[in-house]
Each structure stands twice: as structure tokens, then as C-alpha cells.
């Protein structure tokens, strides 16, 4: 097994990537659907499998160009799930289709499992990075806010997750309030970085000590309460110290809950991948924390921590190597595992020894 083309359709990117079992990246396409979103405020599903569509064979023939075509593959890999449902078909059928037609072994792979293990992936060339087996990894994106354990490729602990609202959609929700535009995080982020983070006292909702849950959709009510009672802010001043205010009280949960679950677990490697991973201020602060605690913080390019299908492809690969297929490939638009436990790298869950 030397190079798996990875396939990626499960919300707004249509991406295809090459890559080796070792991490190394060959080809890495992403097509962003994010422009036809934009007036939406949000992802509207129907318009996304409809792009996917549109995108997927000028992706896929991209990354084979790059990557030496079809007959440099020795497999494929696709996401399964979780996402929408509409949009995950495109991915899996021409999956299917391509490995039908090269003959190759095709295997169905977790997006979550794929975000794990990006902050692994090099670029062509390099050396391998340096993060060993286990770490801790906050998640957080537009659709998913949740910590793990990382004990090996498919071996991962959920140790608690959002309860309402992703992290990624509070950003977007607060800046649709306060009348940014979307996608709202990177429009938080710019703004914040002129503001004052002790400006408006917004709750830090921690849900009791030891609890690696999460909860946002009380901040996103104090941001609603806010703008009723004093308006939208209508200087750039007053802006930017909303935007501060906010995102300190986002940042300051995701970095102490992802330090706290390193000290619980024992595990000294700190991980922060997804979309608000692109955050300054949480990279700030969680590397602030972790120093203070002599742990490590580790965090991928940004196009790594998006998503993309270099991940995909990265833990297909593993799953290919160690003689896994997946004949029948259905897809799913919940994960499977969303309760406490060990899932496998197919999404079905670990039953827990009793
Ligand atoms: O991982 P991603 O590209 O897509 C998925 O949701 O799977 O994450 C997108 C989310 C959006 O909610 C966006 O607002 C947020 O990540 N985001 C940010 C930043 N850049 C993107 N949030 C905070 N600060 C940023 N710089
Ligand atoms: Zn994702």
C-alpha cells in the first residue's frame, strides 16, 4: 500500500488527496462550496449535494494529475459519515464507481477518525511528525465541539461533546446577531484581535468540575440579550469589543477543558484541530495553558484542520494496510457514536466491557 486516494463530500468541501499509509501527502484538492452558502447564512443541504455534483470529477482528475493517475493507486478511501446524507452520496458512488473500474480496494472512513489523525500528515518529502500515540484532540468545527483520547488509527475515546451548539456554529450565530457575515468565526477572530476580551462579562458555561461536556447556546443568548438591550454595536470600537468579549468566553472553555482532560487522562500531548482551531485567540491561550502545565500543544496547518480528504485518504490508508474492506458502503448522517465510547474506524461502536 503506497498511495490511497481519499475522497471527502460530507458538507461543504468537495475535496479528493493522495496520500501513503505513512502520512505523506501527494495531492491535496479542495473545491469550498462557501460563496454559494454565504447569502444563506449557513450551509443549505440541497445546494450542497447539487455542487458536489458539479465538483467531484474536475477534483478527483485534479489530485490523480497530481499524484501520477489512476494506475499509481493501490486504493481508495471515501467518508461514510457523519454528514449530509445527500452530499456523502456523491463522494461514496464515484468511490465506488472509480474503484469498481481500477479494480481497487475501497474502504469507508469516519470524518471524525479523519480529523484525529490530520495533525499526523506531512507534506511531500518532509519527515514524519513528531506526535506519538496517545493524545488528547479538541475538535472543534462548524458542525462538531468534542474531546478525545488517541490511543492508535480507529482506537479513539470519546470524552464528552457539545450538548447544544458547535463551537464554529456559536461564532456563526453571534456574528449573524451582531450582523457580520458568514462563515462568522474568521469575521470574530479579525475584530476580536482590536477588542478588549474583559469588555462584556459573557458566562463561561463549564457544566461542574471533571466534565468534558459542552454547552453554547446560553452564550449565544447572553450575545442575542446584549445586542436587544443595547443595540448592535455601531462603532468599530464597540464592535471589536463585543467580538473580544465573545470569543474570550468561547476560547477560555475549549482551552481549559482540553488542558484539564490532558492532566485527567495523563496524557501530556494537546491536540486542537476543525475550523476554530484557525482561532488565534484559542491557539493563544491553549498553548498558554499547556505551557503553564508543561504540556505539549500541537496544531496542523489550517487547511488540515478543515475539512479536507488528506485525512480521509491518511485513515483509509491505515485501514487498507491492515487488510480492511468494505464491500457494501452505506452512509450515515449521525455518527454512530455519540455517546461515550469506543467506536471503530467504520463508525460502529465498541461494546464496553461490563
Ligand atoms: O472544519 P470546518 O471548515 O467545517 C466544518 O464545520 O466541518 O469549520 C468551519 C467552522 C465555521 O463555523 C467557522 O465559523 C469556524 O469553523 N471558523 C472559525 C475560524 N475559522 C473558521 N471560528 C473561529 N475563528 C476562526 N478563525
Ligand atoms: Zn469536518
Do not use: W
Not at 283 to 293: F, G, I, K, P, V
Amino acid at each position: 500500500m503506497t498511495r490511497v486516494l481519499g475522497i471527502e463530500t460530507s458538507c461543504d468541501e468537495t475535496a479528493a488527496a493522495v496520500v501513503s499509509p505513512e502520512g505523506e501527502v501527494f495531492a491535496d484538492v479542495v473545491a469550498s462550496q462557501i460563496n454559494e452558502h454565504a447569502p444563506y447564512g449557513g450551509v443549505v443541504p440541497e445546494l450542497a449535494s447539487r455542487a458536489h455534483l458539479r465538483a467531484i470529477v474536475p477534483v478527483v482528475e485534479q489530485a490523480l494529475e497530481e499524484a501520477g493517475g489512476l494506475a499509481a493507486l493501490d486504493g481508495l478511501a471515501v467518508t461514510q459519515g457523519p454528514g449530509l446524507s445527500g452530499a456523502l452520496l456523491v463522494g461514496v458512488q464515484t468511490a465506488k464507481a472509480l474503484a469498481e473500474r481500477a479494480g481497487l480496494p475501497l474502504v469507508g472512513v469516519n470524518h471524525l477518525d479523519g480529523h484525529l489523525l490530520a495533525p499526523r500528515l506531512r507534506e511531500r518529502g518532509e519527515d514524519p511528525v513528531d506526535l506519538a500515540f496517545p493524545y488528547i484532540a479538541l475538535l472543534a468545527s462548524g458542525g462538531h465541539t468534542a474531546l478525545y483520547r488517541v490511543d492508535g488509527p480507529g482506537r479513539t475515546t470519546l470524552l464528552g461533546q457539545t450538548r447544544d451548539d458547535a463551537a464554529g456554529e456559536a461564532f456563526d450565530k453571534a456574528a449573524k446577531i451582531v450582523g457580520l457575515g458568514y462563515p462568522g468565526g474568521p469575521a470574530i477572530d479579525r475584530r476580536a484581535k482590536e477588542g478588549d476580551p474583559a469588555a462584556i462579562a459573557f458566562p463561561r458555561t463549564m457544566l461542574g468540575r471533571g466534565s468534558f461536556e459542552f454547552s453554547f447556546s446560553g452564550l449565544k443568548t447572553a450575545v442575542a440579550r446584549h445586542v436587544a438591550k443595547h443595540g448592535r454595536p455601531t462603532s468599530e470600537a464597540a464592535l471589536a469589543d463585543l467580538c473580544a468579549s465573545f470569543q474570550a468566553a468561547v476560547v477560555d472553555v475549549l482551552a481549559r477543558k482540553l488542558s484539564d482532560a490532558g492532566r485527567a487522562e495523563g496524557v501530556e500531548r494537546l491536540v486542537l484541530t476543525g475550523g476554530v482551531a484557525a482561532n488565534r485567540g484559542l491557539r493563544a491561550r491553549a498553548l498558554e495553558l499547556a505551557t503553564s502545565r508543561g504540556q505539549s500543544l500541537h496544531v496542523p496547518p489550517v487547511k488540515r484542520c478543515t475539512d479536507n480528504a488528506a485525512m480521509i485518504a491518511y485513515a483509509g490508508a491505515l485501514r487498507l494496510e491492515a487488510g480492511e474492506r468494505d464491500a457494501e458502503l452505506v452512509v450515515y448522517s449521525r455518527d454512530p457514536a455519540r455517546r461515550r465510547g469506543r467506536f471503530r474506524a467504520d463508525g460502529t461502536l465498541i461494546p464496553r466491557r461490563s
